[in-house]
């Protein structure tokens, strides 16, 4: 007869365009955040699944109810169906960490679920999450992205991370203890916005242009820079219906350069409030993590910013894709029991 294994333990960062999990079983996974139900009895039997997740959902989104349930990193409120597809998205990332073919009867006795959540977020919107993890997890604890990242890291001493996601940039300086709020920030200058000051631009310079915002994600996604660009951006879109390649090298240089001002901006004004014994310190562990750390010239522009307060360093995170997640999951291995906060089923 086959008995229950020990408790599994993970680390989630739940993102508003990837969400990925660290489990203490070595599994790690990440997917796209999208969410999708067959529209209709003609798609379920093309897709043969009742629900799709990550880029198999984008790929088949015209027979989809398609949903990207997450808004600045955190659920978005008024919608059942959204509640529901990140109820979905966690229990999937779970059954990814668990292994999908392991059988009942062999699944963790428990599940103790660590969960990244913007510096800034709202009491009601932690609401939601552990509204959306009950029945999924036994036991739950959320922390700060920027936060779970220095842990991860062991950066946890006179270090500041900024942690630059899709929906939003987050921010913490780590003094030895758990950050206050004094010491967090959110910005929603981030990946999304990018996208829409592209689009913007884009449609400013060819108005009979045709594309979707996934497209413009994706030309973000592989062309991105700041400063000097090392060759044209050439994008391939439809003009009044024809093909045609479009050159927007300055339009995305203009819209990734958006971001350097408020970020610098925010770095700044969090380093004014650092103790002045600490603050070389803290100016020279500038810690870039999240997708929009991997912009080329970006690191650069940030520590040219540091120049106006005596200069400074700044690195980028080593894995992006995981930093977070990995970060999570040691709070999660570290935590006393009496840290977790227990779920009814």
Request: glycine share 8%; with cysteine.
């Amino acid at each position: 007869m086959s008995t229950k294994s020990e408790a599994l333990r993970v680390g989630i960062d739940l993102g508003t365009s990837r969400s990925s999990i660290s489990a203490s079983t070595g599994a790690r996974h990440v997917v796209d955040s999208f969410v999708g139900w067959p529209v209709d009895m003609v798609a379920r039997k093309l897709v043969k699944k009742p629900i799709l997740f990550g880029r198999e959902a984008l790929d088949n989104r015209p027979m989809l109810e398609l949903h990207r349930p997450l808004e600045r990193g955190l659920i978005k409120q008024g919608s059942e169906k959204d509640e529901a597809a990140v109820r979905e998205l966690l229990r999937h990332l779970i059954s990814l960490a668990i292994g999908e073919d392991v059988p009942a009867g062999e699944r963790p006795a428990r599940v103790y679920a660590v969960v990244g959540v913007p510096a800034e977020a709202l009491r009601v919107s932690k609401q939601h999450l552990r509204n959306a993890v009950r029945g999924i997890a036994d036991a739950l604890m959320i922390v700060s992205e920027p936060f779970a990242v220095a842990y991860g890291m062991d950066a946890l001493l006179h270090t500041m991370i900024v942690d630059i996601g899709a929906g939003t940039t987050d921010f913490c300086v780590m003094n030895g203890r758990y950050p206050t709020e004094d010491e967090q920030r959110t910005l929603t200058h981030a990946g999304d916005w990018v996208d829409e000051q592209l689009a913007t631009l884009v449609r400013g310079r060819q108005p009979d242009a045709q594309f979707s915002i996934h497209m413009v994600r994706e030309w973000k996604e592989r062309w991105s820079f700041v400063g000097e660009p090392k060759g044209p951006v050439m994008v391939p879109l439809q003009v009044a219906g024809k093909p045609t390649t479009l050159d927007i090298t300055q339009e995305m240089r203009r819209a990734c350069e958006g971001l350097v001002a408020p970020i610098a901006e925010t770095m700044l004004d969090l380093l004014a409030r650092v103790d002045p014994e600490y603050h070389e310190r803290v100016r020279n562990n500038v810690v870039l993590a999240g997708g929009g750390s991997q912009i080329p010239g970006l690191a650069d522009a940030l520590e040219r910013a540091l120049l106006e307060v005596g200069g400074g360093k700044v690195r980028v995170v080593e894995d992006p894709v995981f930093a977070g997640s990995n970060g999570s999951l040691a709070l999660a291995l570290d935590a006393a029991e009496s840290d977790w906060e227990q779920l009814p089923g």
